[in-house]
């Protein structure tokens, strides 16, 4: 069978690490992010410190500060996550358009038609990784692999900032000492379940039939078999299409001068467009035009136009008056039309 290349990337402490970054005074302490309610909220996650004195996601708070009477709580800022998390999954979307994303902070990646980097899985994990911490100065983890259950594994295997590449020699030796926990399907509930039969490890499920095995856990049984040699043949399923597609630029020093904006829209509306080649089956529902001001204010401008520059360029001009504030990021892009697009109207540049 022809062999996939999959990543799976997950994001370290990922609200505690936002959070982390956004306050840098709470470094090298132990960090909580979650409600705090009467008291009786629980814990969203919390930084690898606090982890040692037992406070995790799910703890409720008022244990935590028992557990870690230092703990410094902090309330979630969701808005954040999820801007966080656009960002992400944008550099995801230039390495592969089959993408499944399991959470904010989480998904995998079919990269095996992937063409950069000559398609080196690894080098591909590497940059993504490299560009993820230049765009918003935090780390992920990632696991590179040939199926969605080795490359999740892999990126549990060198948390935080790691990578683990799970290859297909000997891997029924190299994974039997792992916990069931890892896998896919077995949750608290399964776990207790199979730890009563005697099953704790991926090698203890490899000494048994198939037949024992569904006979232990119904249709399950016939996964496990399977997932305990570190065979997986689920695909990675896109979820959704993706909404909109942008390109933005920060400048080196805030920018005022007119003409040199309108320069940066050129440049800009030059990727943009080759950008959009890829997707180039959908419907454009709208164009807009994003300024951030040198006081990190920032606007957004959309308009149902076509995608030719002369349009970016009135959008800008009507939005941004010269004697304004200089800027320190532009960005260009549209809204796709969701759902099916048969009747829509193509809106092409003129
Ligand atoms: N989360 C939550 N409640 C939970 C679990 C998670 O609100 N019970 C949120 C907070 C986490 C984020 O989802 O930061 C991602 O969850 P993860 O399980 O990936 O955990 P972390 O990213 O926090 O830590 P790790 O480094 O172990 O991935
Ligand atoms: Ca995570
Ligand atoms: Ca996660």
């Given at each position: 069978m022809h062999k996939r290349k999959i990543l799976h990337i997950d994001m370290d402490y990922f609200y505690a690490q936002v959070e982390e970054r956004d306050n840098p005074e709470l470094k090298g302490k132990p960090v909580g992010v979650g409600g705090m309610r009467g008291g009786r909220g629980v814990l969203c996650t919390s930084n690898y410190l606090a982890r040692k004195y037992g406070?995790?996601?799910?703890?409720p708070t008022a244990q935590a500060l028992k557990l870690c009477p230092a703990l410094i709580l902090i309330a979630p800022h969701f808005d954040k996550y999820k801007a966080v998390s656009d960002e992400i999954f944008d550099i995801y979307y230039k390495y592969s358009q089959k993408i499944q994303k399991l959470s904010l902070d989480e998904a995998y990646l079919d990269v095996t038609d992937c063409t950069l980097f000559d398609n080196n899985a690894i080098e591909i994990a590497k940059q993504i990784k490299k560009e993820i911490f230049v765009k918003t100065k935090l780390t992920a983890s990632v696991g590179v692999s040939y199926n969605k259950l080795l490359a999740k594994i892999g990126s549990d295997l060198h948390k935080p900032d790691g990578i683990a590449i799970l290859r297909s020699q000997n891997i029924q030796q190299n994974i039997a000492h792992f916990s069931i926990k890892k896998i896919w399907g077995v949750g608290k509930v399964t776990l207790k379940h199979m730890n009563s039969l005697g099953f704790y490890t991926f090698g203890d499920l490899q000494k048994k039939t198939k037949l024992d095995l569904i006979n232990c856990f119904g249709d399950f049984g016939a996964d496990l078999f399977h997932y305990c040699r570190g065979e997986d043949e689920r695909e990675v399923k896109l979820n959704g299409e993706r909404k909109s597609l942008s390109v933005e630029t920060t400048f080196a020093v805030d920018m005022s001068c007119m003409q040199e904006l309108k320069n940066s829209l050129h440049l800009l509306h030059d990727e943009f467009l080759s950008r959009l080649k890829k997707h180039d089956d959908r419907n454009i529902k709208n164009i807009c035009v994003k300024i951030k001001y040198c006081d990190f204010t920032q606007i957004t401008v959309e308009a149902q136009l076509d995608i030719g520059i002369h349009n970016f360029l009135n959008l800008f001009e009507k939005r941004h008056k010269e004697t304004e504030k200089p800027i320190r990021l532009l960005g260009l892009g549209v809204k796709f039309v969701c759902g099916k697009s048969e009747g829509q109207l193509e809106l092409l540049p003129l």
């Open positions: 406070v995790r996601a799910a703890t």
